[in-house]
T-cell receptor, first 114, second 116 residues
Framework: AQTVTQSQPEMSVQEAETVTLSCTYD???????LFWYKQPPSRQMILVIR????KQQNATENRFSVNFQKAAKSFSLKISDSQLGDAAMYFC???????????WGAGTKLIIKP | DGGITQSPKYLFRKEGQNVTLSCEQN?????MYWYRQDPGQGLRLIYY???????QKGDIAEGYSVSREKKESFPLTVTSAQKNPTAFYLC???????????????FGPGTRLTVL
């Protein structure tokens, strides 16, 4: 079975500092995509960033970047210059399943301290 | 503005009743999905549809049913056979590309279902 593990149920960071959320997964696939989604208190699920497994270059989107280690099956999210609006649940969701299914981690709750 | 709408936002059901959750998208996406979210957990796939008049079961389809008569609409019915239906339900859609469904999913605002 393909699994996704987010080992940090909760993380807190001081405003303006940097935080890294971890995600590991298990798959035998060689070509896949990986996504990080954010779910703020409104519960609207929002895409943060995506990474294609065949690309060696790590994806970046403004203050958000990933550290993708394909051999280690690791896909961490780094948030720089944390802002109060970054407070949310963050879900790692690799697209590992050829049956058109995202595999979702349990999520990490990110708390931003002012 | 393009997007996904879900209604109602809150829904209350008595035990033994069937209820239908609405999901509509105007993004011209081929694929649509229904997820269930329970407290402290990630999303679990209930059903998905890649094309009109066709749909497949996800991991937790028991007690649920869907239809896909129009590209824009993918309603979910929670039947009385679903033993623990109280949860947050999310609908999503995505583009289907010829290279595979490797496209991000866009989500609606969700429906909170409570069984009384």
């Amino acid at each position: 079975a393909q699994t996704v593990t987010q080992s940090q149920p909760e993380m807190s960071v001081q405003e303006a500092e940097t935080v890294t959320l971890s995600c590991t997964y298990d798959t035998s696939e060689s070509d896949y995509y990986l996504f990080w989604y954010k779910q703020p208190p409104s519960r609207q699920m929002i895409l943060v960033i995506r990474q294609e497994a065949y690309k060696q270059q790590n994806a970046t989107e403004n203050r958000f970047s990933v550290n993708f280690q394909k051999a280690a099956k690791s896909f961490s999210l780094k948030i720089s210059d944390s802002q109060l609006g970054d407070a949310a649940m963050y879900f790692c969701a690799p697209f590992l399943d050829s049956n058109y299914q995202l595999i979702w981690g349990a999520g990490t709750k990110l708390i931003i301290k002012p | 503005d393009g997007g996904i709408t879900q209604s109602p936002k809150y829904l209350f059901r008595k035990e033994g009743q069937n209820v239908t959750l609405s999901c509509e998208q105007n993004l011209n996406h081929d694929a649509m999905y229904w997820y269930r979210q329970d407290p402290g957990q990630g999303l679990r796939l209930i059903y998905y549809s890649q094309i009109v008049n066709d749909f497949q079961k996800g991991d937790i389809a028991e007690g649920y049913s869907v239809s896909r008569e129009k590209k824009e609409s993918f309603p979910l019915t929670v039947t009385s056979a679903q033993k623990n239906p109280t949860a947050f339900y999310l609908c999503a859609s995505s583009i289907q590309s010829t290279s595979g469904p490797y496209n991000e999913q866009f989500f609606g605002p969700g429906t909170r279902l409570t069984v009384l």
